[in-house]
């Protein structure tokens, strides 16, 4: 089995981010274990509650610098 591990960096993007997770989940194989990861920089505009309401088994790491 190989492992992968795709991280994503959003700001403000949600409709690119969901399109990247779907073409990330459409190139998984079954003896593939691929893990995603995304990381959004603040943007303040919901991303991380969406993203956690449609992605429930992703992980979403919301990045604030203050």
Do not use: W
């Not at 591990?5 to 003896?31: G, M, P, R, W």
């Not at 593939?32 to 956690?52: K, L, M, P």
Request: proline fraction near 2%; include cysteine.
């Amino acid at each position: 089995m190989t492992k992968f591990a795709f991280l994503i960096l959003n700001y403000k993007s949600t409709h690119e981010t969901e399109q990247c997770v779907d073409s990330i989940e459409n190139l998984e194989q079954e003896e593939n274990d691929v893990q995603i990861i995304i990381v959004d920089n603040d943007s303040q505009d919901g991303c991380v509650e969406h993203f956690r309401k449609i992605y429930k088994r992703k992980k979403i790491y919301p990045y604030n610098r203050k």
